[in-house]
């Protein structure tokens, strides 16, 4: 019992790095379809095929979703400020900057829960400042720090509620009943963003982009998080900056300086710190 045990701790952190990469490359690889669709379009329309994709697959009962259950509806909503706030992040500030400020979500709900641990969240806070330094000059966009903040939030929520709709329907019907409520909360900003219309090939790549983000990362990390405790996947999670400066850097030449490293150091460490207590 105790190997199987184990088996399943294991088996639960590869689904957890598995999403982690495919939401972090999907991201890098949405950036351009963002850039020449406006983000806010570009990321609606693939909640919406994302949405399309999972509800073909499962055939929830759309009942749930239509009488209001408060975890689905909740999960959908955070689903799509997370990616939403996300995605407008990247406008203005590096891939592994934001992805280290939205890390401040799931952090201060971990340490919410245990006000011993208070340096660790301000050892986050001096590595997210870190990683803001670039060529000799810091990021600060108040607007970007806006959106990046509401994606943290809207994250911190959305690790609360994924695991609740895990209980709540079998399988992966909540997931996908959660991304059609996040698909029509966004909906809106495919007509009222600003940018070029897609055309077919366009909507084929978004199509595709979809599955890596946010499509596979929901299923692998509700999957992940009935197979290991929540806190074990949070350790995980602390991995989620260095993968993003990673995919920044190999597909948009993001290169981190020596000083945006030593502040990646901190938020992986602070994460580690704040978290390995409560597996």
Same mark, same amino acid.
């Given at each position: 019992?105790?190997?199987?045990g184990?088996?399943?701790?294991?088996?639960?952190?590869?689904?957890?790095?598995?999403?982690?990469c495919?939401?972090q490359?999907?991201?890098?690889?949405?950036?351009?379809?963002?850039?020449?669709?406006?983000?806010?379009r570009?990321?609606?329309?693939k909640?919406?095929?994302a949405?399309?994709?999972?509800?073909?697959?499962?055939?929830?009962?759309?009942?749930?979703?239509?009488?209001?259950?408060?975890?689905?509806?909740?999960l959908g909503?955070?689903?799509?400020?997370?990616l939403?706030?996300?995605?407008?992040a990247?406008?203005?500030?590096?891939q592994?900057l934001?992805?280290?400020?939205?890390?401040?979500g799931?952090l201060?709900?971990?340490w919410?829960?245990?006000?011993?641990?208070?340096?660790?969240?301000?050892?986050?806070?001096?590595?997210?400042?870190l &990683?803001a330094?670039?060529e000799e000059?810091?990021l600060? %966009?108040v607007? =970007?720090? /806006?959106? *990046?903040? +509401?994606? !943290? $939030?809207?994250?911190?929520?959305?690790i609360? &509620?994924l695991r609740r709709?895990?209980?709540?329907c079998r %399988?992966?019907? =909540?997931? /996908?009943? *959660?991304? +059609?409520? !996040? $698909?029509?909360?966004?909906?809106?900003?495919?007509?009222?963003?600003?940018?070029?219309?897609?055309d077919?090939?366009?909507?084929?790549?978004?199509?595709?982009?979809?599955?890596?983000?946010?499509?596979?990362?929901?299923?692998l990390?509700?999957?992940?998080?009935?197979r290991?405790?929540?806190?074990?996947?949070?350790?995980?999670?602390?991995?989620?900056?260095?993968?993003a400066?990673?995919?920044?850097?190999?597909?948009?030449?993001?290169?981190p300086?020596?000083?945006?490293?030593a502040?990646?150091?901190?938020v992986?460490?602070?994460?580690?710190?704040?978290?390995?207590g409560?597996?």
């Open positions: 019992m105790a190997g199987r184990r088996s399943r701790a294991w088996s639960g952190a590869a689904l957890a790095l598995a999403s982690m495919c939401a490359f999907g991201a890098a690889l949405s950036q351009p379809a963002a850039q020449s669709l406006g983000v806010f570009a990321t609606a329309l909640l919406v095929f949405a399309a994709f999972l509800w073909l697959w499962r055939r929830p009962p759309l009942r749930r979703a239509l009488r209001g259950e408060p975890v689905l509806l909740g909503l955070a689903m799509a400020g997370l939403l706030g996300f995605f407008a990247l406008r203005t500030l590096p592994g934001t992805v280290a400020i939205t890390l401040l799931p201060a709900l971990a919410g829960k245990d006000r011993r641990r208070w340096p660790w969240p301000m050892l986050a806070l001096v590595g997210t400042v &990683l330094r670039r000059r810091w600060i %966009d607007a =970007g720090l /806006a959106w *990046a903040g +509401l994606s !943290a $939030a809207c994250w911190a929520v959305y609360v &509620l709709a895990g209980e709540v %399988d992966g019907d =909540g997931v /996908a009943l *959660a991304l +059609l409520v !996040a $698909a029509l909360a966004a909906a809106p900003w495919i007509w009222l963003d600003g940018g070029a219309w897609p077919a090939s366009m909507l084929l790549r978004l199509a595709g982009l979809s599955l890596l983000m946010p499509a596979l990362p929901c299923l990390e509700l999957e992940a998080l009935r290991m405790p929540a806190a074990s996947f949070g350790v995980l999670m602390s991995l989620e900056p260095a993968l400066v990673s995919a920044g850097g190999l597909l948009l030449g993001q290169t300086a020596v000083v945006q490293q502040g990646l150091a901190l992986v460490a602070a994460s580690l710190g704040a978290l390995a409560k597996r």
